[in-house]
């Protein structure tokens, strides 16, 4: 028992003169990347700032505990710090930032239960609220050098919009379509911090490429950014080509919605191509009601 | 220079063979005989062909640039698609599509404008493909836009080598290739988005009855070589997956049918992570990194197809962590389950096409979880020789939580159609009259305030085709009216058109004109204006070289709703081009 206060004594004596040594700030965004590999690529998503003065006591090394907690406490994942890297205090003085695969390097993160099977299946944790929770520690017994820091952040996967109108494959009658055609989609889930711009891109598909050879080669007739909002109005201002006699196939066009953050960039550059386009859907326009056309190309 | 280069090889090539088809081979000598005997065991058919599109756009004031260009100012296409037939059981197709300026606004080749010859040959506007074949065996070279099956890969050409072996009831079919070549990043403008070099091999082995069944295992990889961009994409990553499936198809007697397929993939959504021990790898196809899932996908349909009923189930379920380079767009991590029919009753003249489903999204995360209907239907009657009426109704909604807001997204989408046609049948001509008009509503909820906006759209349309029984000439007239109010904004639209077609030059030449004119107004403003005139000319030049021609011009003035008051612009149009369709054994 005396052993064992003895220990406790001398650790709290080490981290409190340490704590005096290393100074350190964990900054986390409040709704990071739901893909957890996508932080590193992020310098915004995850800074620890280290500042101390070389010849402190425990050395001028350290390594970072990490451990993510769900808001009940329960801890889902923590570093394997025999694993995990050894950083060293800056000898001028000068704050050590270290970033997401420095804190959280997830090839050293434990996991376990649900979230390690989640994890390995979509690189994503279950929606919800949980706690980041970092200290720097001694590179070989692992004593605390400082007060642990936790930070909440709230993970759900970006889901991008699904087209709903035109719906895939719907045959327009061109006498209607050639003065508006209306385009509807679903909002990006869940509600952004800011507004989504939404980019429609409809392109004609050529009787010799497939949909999405198309959407990949040619000039979109229409390219428009619409700003938070799921409709959008088109006066194509096209004359429809007639129906073709001989090949039996209609005007054929594929659309999408690219979502765009306030820097313009995609949503989510993890998911599909990357681009944040959702799946894109084709629709004909038929010029001629009374032939019965063969939609395929 | 490249375009250049390639316009006139290619305009030369397409020349040549032109020529050498049209030229008559005198039969006198014995050489030629002996040419006759090759030409009888030697079929070509196919088509070829040259097309050029032109645009043009004038704004107005000068210097506005309110509205922007939407087709390359200069475009030539070339197709080129030959099937030489040297005995019964070889042949040699050509599938030659390719045009002289790129045009990419999406995906990897997105803005670039001076490609390389490997670029070029790769981007997916063109087209190089040679399949020669004898009885079973196929080999494919160059452009291959090869579909597997629904989860594995189909929807990317690659361009390389593989074959397509059938011996009797089996299936082995391999490729490899690019499917896309490294692109710098450009930050322009314009910019270049840039993308990484990307290699693809994919494989089936199975064995396939057609109309009676199919039983394969799919393999399809792709991998990004990371140091094939400099400067690198700033927003793609390297990738890396694979994907095995397995497919079940299945055709039985009296129309019953079922299809199953059930997939797995290994996918690395950035090569530049750290390897991961913590993570299974699919050695040696695969070596796991930090960003490295593995999910499942499946999809199932079965059913029943008769003459006068079809009713079919299909359900799909993509995990979310699914993912396959042969479907670049695919959204994974839904559930889609739709009950499909079409009925023909009433000696064919009522006909029902019907679809119900849900498609459930984020299924994992069931906090987020985002639930669509859809309901689809269509209803065609033929109640007289004079009148006929179609009604359909679609029902797209859209409901799932917003995450921290206090509402959750709610949108749904309604649309009402009803089309009567009345035809009236005189000794010279016969009268159409149809009658359109359509409802659509879409709500829309506020996750902040809870409130719901409507969205209501009415559209009416009248359309007469005089169809004259002793004359060649078909004109059409048609009114619509289009009407959208949404909460601060009303727009209205009124459009009158007109079009004729006939016949010219003893039948050989097509006509059809078309006009358009619309007003349209937008809340208070004043109105704007857009007439549209467009013209098709084809003509038959001979039994087997056709000229098409399609002009189009398309003027708009804005009212005040927009700054400059009064802004307008022209834009011109025309694609013309020649088809020369060949078949030897016809010629004879």
């Known amino acids: 028992m005396k052993k064992l206060i003895s220990t406790a004594i001398a650790i709290f004596i080490v981290a409190t003169a340490m704590a005096q040594g290393i100074k350190f700030n964990l900054i986390v965004n409040a709704q990071p990347p739901a893909q957890l590999s996508e932080w590193g690529n992020r310098r915004e998503v995850l800074m620890l700032i280290v500042t101390g003065q070389p010849g402190a006591p425990g050395g001028d090394q350290f390594k970072i505990k990490t451990e993510i907690k769900t808001t009940d406490g329960t801890i889902i994942a923590s570093a394997d710090l025999a694993k995990t890297p050894v950083f060293t205090l800056n000898s001028t003085g000068a704050p050590t930032i270290l970033l997401a695969n420095d804190v959280m390097p997830l090839e050293f993160m434990v996991f376990t239960g649900k979230y390690k099977t989640s994890l390995e299946r979509t690189g994503k944790l279950p929606a919800g609220n949980y706690i980041i929770c970092a200290r720097p520690v001694t590179i070989t017994d692992y004593i605390p050098l400082g007060e642990e820091q936790c930070k909440n952040f709230y993970l759900a996967s970006t889901q991008l919009p699904i087209l709903m109108k035109p719906y895939n494959e719907e045959v327009l009658d061109a006498k209607k379509a050639q003065t508006a055609i209306i385009f509807r989609w679903s909002p990006v889930v869940p509600t952004q911090p800011s507004p989504v711009t939404y980019r429609i891109q409809v392109f004609e598909v050529l009787p010799t490429q497939s949909p999405v050879q198309a959407l990949r080669s040619n000039q979109p007739l229409l390219d428009k950014e619409v700003l938070a909002a799921t409709q959008f109005i088109w006066q194509p201002q096209l004359s429809f080509l007639p129906y073709d006699e001989e090949t039996k196939k209609l005007p054929t066009f594929i659309w999408t919605i690219q979502s765009l953050d306030a820097s313009h960039n995609p949503v989510t550059q993890t998911d599909g191509s990357g681009e944040g386009r959702s799946e894109p859907i084709i629709f004909f326009v038929n010029p001629d009601k009374n032939k019965i056309p063969k939609k395929t190309n | ?588």
């Open chain 2, 1 to 588: 220079m490249i375009r250049k280069k390639i316009i006139t090889s290619s305009f030369f090539l397409c020349m040549f063979v032109a020529t050498s088809f049209a030229q008559e081979i005198p039969d006198s000598s014995l050489l030629n005989k002996v040419k006759d005997k090759a030409k009888e065991k030697l079929n070509i058919s196919g088509t070829m062909g040259i097309t050029y599109e032109g645009y043009g756009l004038s704004r107005k004031p000068s210097g506005w640039t309110g509205y922007q260009p939407r087709r390359p100012w200069n475009q030539v296409r070339f197709n080129f698609t030959p099937t030489f037939k040297f005995s019964k059981n070889f042949s040699l197709p050509f599938n030659f599509n390719f045009a002289a300026i790129p045009t990419n606004f999406a995906g990897p080749y997105a803005g670039i404008k001076k490609p390389t010859f490997g670029q070029f040959i790769t981007n997916p506007m063109n087209s190089f493909g040679l399949n020669p074949k004898y009885k079973w065996a196929e080999l494919q070279l160059g452009t291959q836009y090869l579909k597997y099956s629904e989860l594995s890969t189909g929807d990317i050409g690659v361009f390389g080598i593989g074959f397509d072996l059938r011996p009797k009831t089996f299936l082995f079919k391999f490729f490899t290739g690019v499917s896309q070549q490294g692109i710098n990043y450009v930050a322009g403008p314009p910019v270049v988005t840039g993308a990484y070099k990307r290699r693809n091999w994919m494989a089936q082995i199975g064995t396939e009855k057609e109309g009676k069944y199919l039983f394969a295992l799919n393999f399809a990889k792709g991998k990004d070589v990371p140091t094939s961009a400099a400067p690198p994409p700033l927003t793609i990553r390297p990738q890396e997956g694979i994907v095995i499936s397995l497919v079940s198809d299945l055709y039985l007697e009296k129309g019953f049918y079922f299809k199953a397929e059930g997939a797995q993939s290994t996918f690395t959504k950035d090569l530049a992570t750290p390897l991961s021990p913590n993570i299974k790898s699919l050695k040696p196809f695969i070596e796991a990194h930090t960003s490295t899932l593995t999910d499942y996908a499946g999809q199932l349909a079965v059913g029943k197809k008769g003459k006068n009923l079809d009713l079919g189930v299909m359900i799909k379920y993509l995990g979310a962590g699914f993912q396959t380079i042969g479907y670049p767009f695919l959204q994974s991590d839904r559930l889609d389950y739709t009950l499909n029919t079409r009925i023909n009753a009433w000696k064919n003249k009522m006909n029902i096409v019907a679809s119900l489903g849900q498609r459930v999204n984020n299924v994992k995360n069931t906090a987020l979880r985002a639930k669509q209907f859809i309901g689809n239907l269509n209803w065609f009657t033929q109640f007289s020789e004079s009148f006929s009426l179609n009604v359909n109704y679609n029902n797209f909604g859209f409901q799932t939580a917003s995450g921290l807001n206090p509402f959750g997204i709610k949108n749904v989408s309604n649309d009402l159609g009803i089309n009567p046609t009345f035809t009236f049948t005189g000794k010279k001509i016969i009268h159409l009259l149809s009658l359109s008009y359509n409802y659509s509503k879409y709500d829309e909820r506020d996750v902040m305030t809870g409130l719901t906006t409507s969205n209501n759209t009415h559209t009416g349309v009248l359309t007469y085709v005089p169809t004259y029984l002793e004359k060649e000439i078909s004109p059409d007239f048609s009114v619509l009216y289009f009407y959208n109010n949404v909460p601060g904004a009303k727009i209205t639209l009124a459009t009158l058109s007109a079009a004729l077609s006939m016949q010219a030059a003893k039948k050989k030449m097509r006509l059809r004109g078309q006009l358009q004119y619309t007003l349209g107004k937008l809340n208070s403003f004043n109105s704007n204006n857009n007439l549209i005139a467009s013209c098709n000319i084809d003509f038959k030049l001979t039994k087997k070289l056709t000229w098409a021609t399609f002009l189009t011009t398309n003027y708009f003035k804005y009212g005040n709703e927009i700054t400059p008051n009064g802004a307008n612009y022209v834009e011109t149009g025309c694609r013309t081009g020649f088809q020369y369709r060949f078949d030897t054994k016809k010629q004879k």
